[in-house]
């Protein structure tokens, strides 16, 4: 891999087709077999973007996924995905129920992962939303306790990473969102995640968004992962000085596109990220990304952005002479 390499968090947004596919099947209007030939064609254009663009690790998109937990549930035994549920004002979800003991029936992502990685030369990553995330998302009637039931997950999410690996997985991400909930639990996360991750021979990769990451910072090297992919340019940078001070001990992925703004940032805001991020970090511990998915934004949003992305990166290293 070149130095700076390129990538991205995970969603991308589905193309106006697929959403009123989506529709339709949710309605019994379509059948499952029409929405995942739909599903993969939004795929194949996603992977096709991204080889254009020239993003260096790419990505599925999650065109087949509603929401990141549920997708995962709706996929294990003794859980249950309810009706909608409202949440933050006008926004609906489908809440994961805990039923029962937990037990993946075979692989979850796996046929979705060796699809994508068949259209491409370039490495794709292995998504697994977190134990942790997936236990704080979810409504437990069952386990009666917060570790046993992160703990389970953990198990089962360390078979899928493994199953992953066996599929040619050389990069595997893990998504805990919820990292940050809170503070008294990080040891909690650490634990869990750690148990998905041993002995994995592939890349281990951390993601989270949305926290205070002043307050849980101490963690951030304590994490059993080989690099932290983090939302950076959505709070202006902040946290580069305490990186200053306490050097990370793991690559990082840096957020150099802010994902909740419709506004495409030009290359050369981006290169101004870039070239902070490399006054703190190796260039060889440094991978360059958006702040976190990129699917609520537009099409063209999300293209604009990756697009700035790269070129900003291409810029960078032909100034410093990296390879
Ligand atoms: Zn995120």
Not at 16 to 41: M, Q, V
Not at 76 to 83: A, D, I, K, R
Not at 245 to 261: C, N, Y
Request: charged share 30%.
């Amino acid at each position: 891999m070149s130095t700076l390499p390129t990538s991205t968090v995970g969603s991308f947004p589905k193309p106006d087709y697929l959403l009123r596919a989506r529709a339709k099947a949710s309605k019994a209007e379509l059948s499952a077999e029409s929405l995942r030939g739909l599903e993969e064609e939004a795929t194949r254009e996603w992977i096709a973007f991204q080889e254009e663009a020239g993003i260096e690790v790419l990505v599925d998109g999650e065109q087949y996924r509603g929401d990141m937990a549920t997708y995962f549930a709706e996929n294990l035994e003794g859980m249950e995905v309810s009706g909608l549920v409202r949440s933050y004002g006008n926004r609906y979800y489908k809440k994961p129920i805990v039923r029962g003991d937990l037990r993946r029936l075979g692989p979850i992502s796996v046929d979705w992962f060796r699809f994508a990685q068949r259209l491409t030369d370039k490495p794709v990553k292995g998504m697994i939303t977190g134990p942790y995330t997936m236990m704080d998302w979810s409504f437990d009637e069952h386990y009666g306790s917060r570790e046993e039931l992160a703990m389970a997950f953990a198990k089962l999410l360390h078979d899928e990473a493994g199953d992953l690996e066996a599929a040619g997985a050389k990069i595997i991400q893990i998504d805990e969102p919820a990292l940050a909930t809170r503070h008294d639990e990080l040891p909690l996360v650490v634990k869990t995640v750690g148990v998905v991750s041993q002995g994995l021979r592939a890349k281990t990769i951390l993601h989270t968004c949305y926290g205070n990451y002043d307050e849980i910072y101490g963690y951030f090297n304590r994490l059993p992962v080989d690099q932290l992919l983090l939302e950076l340019s959505n709070s202006g940078l902040d946290l580069l000085e305490r990186f200053r001070r306490e050097p990370l001990k793991k690559e990082i992925s840096f957020g150099v596109i802010d994902v909740h703004s419709h506004v495409v940032e030009t290359p050369a805001v981006v290169r101004g990220r870039i070239e902070k991020a490399l006054t703190v970090f190796h260039p060889q511990r440094l991978w360059i990304s958006p702040d976190c998915g990129l699917k609520t934004r537009t099409v063209e949003e999300a293209q604009g952005k990756l697009r700035s992305m790269v070129a900003a990166t291409r810029a960078v290293k032909e100034s410093h002479g990296f390879r």
